[in-house]
């Protein structure tokens, strides 16, 4: 397997094991019959989690992106310093946007979202080079 799969692989079961801490306090805040059931008016959650639950959305929606580029370079045979390096930075950089999106920490989590970008256009650039 090569380091950027690797990358992607961790990449996913990260971005799978998110929604662990909101949906616990979905339990917390709605009892279990509340969080496995559809509730007519439910609870909400409380702040943080509903951060953590837009930061998991937002996970899954780059994943897309990422995994797509990430198998695209596979196919085609691209495998450089360039594309290692964006592989390992977009895991870390999504792991640091989900806490700093959960913790409410703005500027942080713009600046995390910006580089995990500028790590999908890194592999694209490869990729059509």
């Not at 990449?11 to 559809?38: D, H, Q, S």
């Amino acid at each position: 397997m090569t380091v950027e799969l690797e990358y992607l692989t961790w990449t996913a079961l990260v971005t799978a094991l998110m929604w662990a801490p909101y949906i616990l306090n979905m339990i917390k805040v709605r009892g279990l019959l509340g969080a496995v059931g559809y509730p007519e008016s439910p609870k909400p959650l409380a702040p943080w989690a509903r951060r953590a639950k837009a930061a998991h959305y937002n996970a899954v929606e780059n994943l897309v992106v990422f995994a797509a580029l990430v198998l695209c370079a596979n196919a085609a045979g691209v495998s450089n310093e360039i594309t290692v390096g964006a592989c390992a930075i977009y895991f870390w950089v999504r792991i640091v946007h989900y806490l700093v999106y959960t913790f409410a920490i703005p500027w942080l989590r713009t600046l995390a979202f910006a580089v995990g970008f500028g790590c999908q256009v890194a592999l694209a650039l490869q990729i059509l080079a």
